[in-house]
Structure formats: structure tokens, C-alpha cells
């Protein structure tokens, strides 16, 4: 059953668009709050008039967001009319909830006779067993996995919950879900949002056709508030933290092959790029003076500036054999 406030009002601040068949309209300013959470019905009439049938809609409100209501049109045998701005909304005493308080239901889907035969057993607002038709809940139906409260329910549409859903074990989505976790998804199948202007959905989060795990949407950023830690035993600081002996990676261009980009080698030296591969620098490479280091392994070079004694920058290079050799210095 839905929910239900006292003197559930609004007056039309913006109107559908277009008028007759828009999908959203929004309340004055005042009257923001005054409704209870969706879903219910309400019906739709002009300003200075009383509802009647040639002058009133009922429409169902599926979603209320800062006074902005989200509404099915021409509901209860109603015809859908132009809704002006001025119009009047009110969540009053409609058929169906006369209907729902008759049949003594805790739930509705599509609102048609038979829909409480649906339900096996119901006991202490928690349901035990059943299949339900593109059910909505109310708040005060449980859905718990423990003994005695209900060993499988089946919803063989959808289902909409206006606040929360408490599930005990888990929660198993469509056809051949996974086998185990708390929420199970069938393949092929994302976790999705609705965008903030309501006008289409995003993945969050889906395993592709390569069992890949994608998180989000090509073309939508992916935002992490704090760290991102990748496997096991990460560095303990830093935005991005890797653990040791890691590589981060790149496909190169004819997607043949993985090139390492950076990585820290196992005696702590910073290593970019990888051999046979140039690592070009595309604006300048800034260096701070330094003491000379010890000499390099066999194969290898050191490059660094250091103070010449005398106040002067000049840039050295030391091979593995050999003293450290002067390439240019400060004029």
C-alpha cells in the first residue's frame, strides 16, 4: 500500500512539457515537502474549481525531488489533460486506495484484482513466500533471510522501494545469476544510476564479455573521494597505491602488447619506460642539484647537476667505469 500524509497539497509552480503528456512538473516553493514518498497517486485540477470528472487527472507520482515530481500519466481511468501552471495536486482518497484498504493488501503492482491471491502467506507485515508482479513495498513490509521469516520470494518484474531494502543473505538479479556474493547478477548485466538531470542511467560498475571488471562509462569520469589501493600490500601513503615490484602499464598503439610506463625496481631505484621503448618528454625535464652518487651498475649511466664548489650548476654523467665527467656548466 502506499504511503500517505494529511493534506497532501501542492499548487503548479512549472508545468509538464509539453503540457498533456510531459512527465514532470513542479510544485510551488512552499509546498516542497508536504508530500509523502513516492509512489502514490494524486489527482491533478484547475485553480478556483473543484475536481470533477471532466476537469481532473489522476496521475502516479514515482519520484519527488527537490519539489520536482516525477508522474505517470491518466491514471485510474482518468484522460490526461493539459496541467497548467496555477493547477492544483492533491494525494487524496482515489479508488485505488479504497480497492487496496478493501482487499486488505500490503502491496500493488499493476493494481488488478488477483493481485493479493499472489501472495502465499503474510504474517506480521512479513511476507514468507510468493510471487509478486512488479511489486512495491511499503515501509513497514520486512524482507529478512533468517528462520521463520520467509525461505524465497520471487518478484517476476520489478520492484520499487521508497527508502531502503534490508536483504539477510543475498540478493540474486535476473536469470543465471552468480552463484555467490551477497548480490548476484546475471552476465552481461551492469550496475547502473540515474544521471542528476534524469535523463538517462550510467553503469557504475559491469564484468565484460572478456571478464573484465569495468568501473563506469566510457565518456563519464570515475571520481575517488580518497586512495585507490591496488592489490595486496600497497604502500601505506600516496593518492594511488601500489604494491611492491608493481608496474603500471599501457597498451602500445598496434594493441600487440603491454609496455611498462613506471615502476620501482626491487632495490628501490624509480624506473620509467622499459628497454627498446623511448620515453619522450614533452616539455622540459627539471633536475636539482645534488652530491654525486655512488657509480652505476655495468651497462648504465648516471645524469645529474651538482654544485661545482665554486657557486656554479654544471651537469655530470658517470658510467660504470670511470670518474664522473663535466657536460656542461653554469656561464
Known sequence: MDAYKNLAYGVVDVSPVPPATGNSLTLQTRY????????????????RSQPDVLNAEIVRVTAIADGVMTITRAQEGTTARPIA??????????????DDVAAGAEHHGSHEPGGWDAITALSASILTSGILPD???SPNV???GQANDFSSLV?????????????????????NPAQSGAIRLPNNQPITARISNNTSDINLLSLSS?????VGASGNRVSVPSTLEVGSSPSASGAL?????????????ANTA???MMNVTLSNVLSLGQTGTPVQIESTLALIERTAPAAPAANRANLWIEDDGAGKTRLMVQFATGAAIQIAIQA
Not at 520489478?158 to 543473505?169: F, S
Request: charged share 10%; hydrophobic share 50%; glycine share 8%.
Open 142 to 144: 520486512a524482507m529478512r
Open 135 to 137: 511489486t512495491r513495498l
Open 32 to 47: 516542497a515537502n508536504a508530500f509523502p514518498l513516492p509512489p502514490f497517486n494524486a489527482t491533478v485540477w484547475p485553480i
Open 241 to 253: 597505491r601500489l604494491p611492491n615490484a608493481s608496474e603500471i602499464k599501457a597498451r602500445n598503439g
Open 258 to 260: 603491454d609496455i611498462s
Open 85 to 98: 501552471v496555477g493547477d492544483q495536486i492533491a494525494a487524496g482518497i482515489t479508488k485505488l486506495l479504497l
Open 210 to 214: 572478456l571478464n573484465l571488471i569495468v
Open 155 to 175: 518478484l517476476t518484474a520489478g520492484m520499487t522501494v521508497g527508502t531502503n531494502l534490508i536483504i539477510g543473505t543475498n540478493l540474486a538479479v535476473g536469470t
